[in-house]
T-cell receptor
């Protein structure tokens, strides 16, 4: 299994809703990532988890709350979002070779969850 | 700090013609270089990567790229494109091992439109 699976594919929510995006991988990767991608722009890193611990938070607003319940799952909890948060949210995973010093990490991306905030 | 510049935001090309997408990077440390492709309404798929060794790297779907350290470039080429190559292409760089979080930095993207 060499895939990263994201659900839902599409999500529409109001500014007062609470929703979650889910990401799952079974490649034995111990690093997982959330990226945000606006239309016609490159992906921007939001969070990195390594060994289920948050290792990077790129100054993301607290209305985005990540969670890594186990080595295969990554969630992004959404609350009180703004219309400008509408975007494609990409999950990725990789090995953690930066910790071992044995080579570069190659990210495998999911298909994304397209979020629209009304 | 590291950065990536993709010199062309859009590249129109006729089917069966060659295409080259230009990518330049800057980094104060050794780098690892990647090209990803994003088809409409999809995630990113790895085309090829340069980690070490031969500077000419071959990837999927007939793409290849050449790492040029003196010119800090990693241009992507395909000798003959198909309609199905219409997509957004991202060049990316990650830094030296053990750098915090080993972040992947993307260029702005190049939109390739293949015309019949």
């Amino acid at each position: 299994d060499t895939e990263v699976t994201q659900t839902p594919k599409h999500l529409v929510m109001g500014m007062t809703n609470k929703k979650s995006l889910k990401c799952e991988q079974h490649m034995g990767h111990r690093a997982m990532y959330w990226y945000k991608q606006k239309a016609k722009k490159p992906p921007e890193l939001m969070f990195v988890y390594s060994y289920e611990k948050l290792s990077i938070n790129e100054s993301v607003p607290s209305r985005f709350s990540p969670e890594c319940p186990n080595s295969s799952l990554l969630n992004l909890h959404l609350h009180a979002l703004q219309p400008e948060d509408s975007a494609l949210y990409l999950c990725a995973s990789s090995q953690t070779r930066w910790l071992l010093g044995t080579g570069a990490n190659v990210l495998t991306f999911g298909a994304g969850s397209r979020l629209t905030v009304l | 700090a590291q950065s990536v510049t993709q010199l062309d935001s859009q590249v129109p090309v006729f089917e069966e013609a060659p295409v080259e997408l230009r990518c330049n990077y800057s980094s104060s440390v050794s780098v690892y270089l990647f090209w990803y492709v994003q088809y409409p309404n999809q995630g990113l798929q790895l085309l090829l990567k340069y980690l070490s060794g031969s500077t000419l790297v071959k990837g999927i779907n007939g793409f290849e790229a050449e790492f040029n350290k003196s010119q800090t470039s990693f241009h992507l080429r395909k000798p003959s494109v198909h309609i199905s190559d219409t997509a957004e292409y991202f060049c990316a760089v990650s830094g030296e091992i053990k750098a915090a979080g080993n972040k992947l930095t993307f260029g702005g993207g190049t939109r390739v439109l293949v015309k019949p």
